[in-house]
């Protein structure tokens, strides 16, 4: 990944045994140079990929590449996408793509895959992702982020598949299920199109110059590491310090990706062991000053897009559960009858004090879970914000309730958005930005 040229990206969007679209202008096939335009139904039948609308059926393969006359002008619609799957926003929508859409056919399912240039791929998600008010050192920072862990990913599957490696992700013994959540099941393509890598809704929302400025002027630039791309991870917010990557995902450390203070040194805020119990528990239910620790609601309509904004306590929150309901939910999660819970109990904590390890109990049975997604799934409907919390058991009338207090939104990895957007609303660059989060970490134009 490191030629002049512009690299191409494939994402895939959406997949199911049926799926409708509509071309805008004319599109080309692969093989036969025909010409399609309209709308048709890309469906699954005996194992056989078919395009279908009201005049005609084509039956092209197992794949079928659709490229637009021009790029510009053509562009084509997936109708009724579901987007946020498992997140609490979860919602169908149509959605509006330019560059080339193909249709794969993989164990009875289609899948919709656009392949585009890397650049116009990042105006979009930098577009999707932050609102039309961040500042222009946000944007840049995201900017050069989002190409670096798209590049990084990019290099990471060829790596995979040159080292003929399998990548496990789940290691499961009869007392301890440990697993995490990364790009494992793209095979078909690069990325995918929701928050598990990154939101990309194409053009169905406009793009706005200031986002085009951030991405052509920082254009092929990238965070690097020695000789490699850094796989720059973003989350939320920290919750006030940094996670390490290999206590989120494989046991690799990235020597870019440190434990840092989510503040600038003028804060005076502790530098605290969080891995210790006691000191998490302390750090969690105080409220340390950090970039993030805001409530400016103008900053964080940079970072929270509409549906976002459904959810305001982040730097520190609690939820509340009943003994039988959480019992339940567990149980539904992760498939697990533990009885009636009686103990939740932290067993290993990360350096931003998330939760690596954690032990539940029950009337049944007991088992440790990890890692900080796994928790995070087990302990909620959708996802709990993130695995920093302890928990308090208190009697209420006769009903013993779970009580999670937390601190931060997402893994906690790399950029903190919201500390990144307030920086960027105080006056940082975006080197400095980039440099505050990723440590010792360099940038450099690759193309
Ligand atoms: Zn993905
Ligand atoms: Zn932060």
Redesign the pocket.
């Known amino acids: 990944m490191t030629g002049k040229n512009e690299p191409e990206i494939s994402v895939?969007i959406v997949s199911g045994s049926g799926l409708t679209f509509t071309l805008h202008g004319d599109y080309l096939t692969a093989e036969g140079g025909r010409k399609l335009t309209g709308r048709y139904t890309a469906v699954a039948e005996n194992d056989r990929l078919l395009l279908k609308n009201e005049a005609e059926v084509i039956r092209p393969g197992d794949e079928i590449i659709l490229t637009p006359s021009a790029f510009g002008s053509c562009s084509f619609t997936l109708h009724a996408v579901t987007i946020g799957v498992n997140f609490h926003w979860q919602r169908n929508e149509d959605q509006t793509f330019r560059g080339i859409l193909k249709f794969i056919l993989r164990g009875g399912q289609v899948t919709a895959v656009n392949v585009l240039p890397v650049e116009e791929y990042l105006v979009s998600v930098i577009s999707s992702e932050m609102s039309a008010t961040s500042s222009g050192e946000l944007l840049r920072a995201h900017a050069v982020i989002s190409r670096s862990w798209l590049l990084a990913q990019i290099d990471k599957t060829l790596r995979l598949s040159n080292a003929g490696e399998k990548y496990r992700t789940s290691f499961v013994t009869d007392t301890e299920i440990t697993r995490w959540y990364?790009?494992e099941?793209?095979r078909d393509f690069d990325?995918?199109?929701?928050d598990?890598?990154?939101r990309y809704q194409g053009i169905t929302r406009s793009t706005t110059k200031a986002v085009e400025e951030a991405v052509h002027g920082t254009g092929g630039e990238v965070l690097m590491y020695s000789d490699f791309i850094c796989d720059a991870r973003y989350s939320k917010c920290c919750g006030g310090a940094a996670e390490l990557f290999e206590n989120v995902w494989e046991p690799v450390n990235h020597p870019y990706l440190r434990k840092v203070i989510d503040a600038g040194s003028e804060a005076g805020t502790p530098d605290i062991d969080l891995t210790d119990e006691k000191n998490a528990v302390e750090w969690i239910s105080g409220k340390p000053e950090a970039f993030c620790n805001t409530s400016d609601r103008q900053i964080l309509s940079q970072v929270l897009n509409n549906y976002d904004q459904e959810t305001h306590d982040f730097y520190r929150w609690s939820v509340t559960c009943q003994q039988d309901e959480l019992s339940d939910l567990v149980r539904e999660r992760t498939g697990i009858d533990f009885g009636r819970i009686t103990s939740l109990e932290p067993l290993a904590r990360g350096t931003s004090g998330r939760l690596i390890r954690l032990r539940i109990t029950g009337e049944k049975k007991s088992m440790v879970i990890g890692k900080e997604l796994e928790i995070r799934k087990a302990l909620s409907k959708s996802h709990l914000y993130s695995s920093a919390f302890y928990v308090e058991k208190v009697e209420d009338q006769g009903e013993t309730l779970f009580v999670l207090h937390g601190a931060g939104w997402g893994h906690g990895v790399g950029l903190c958005q919201i500390g990144a957007a307030v920086m960027g609303a105080s006056g940082y660059t975006y080197r400095q930005i980039l440099f505050h989060y990723f440590v010792d970490a360099e940038i450099k134009k690759l193309y």
């Open positions: 895939g990364d790009r099941d793209h990325v995918c199109a929701d598990h890598c990154q």
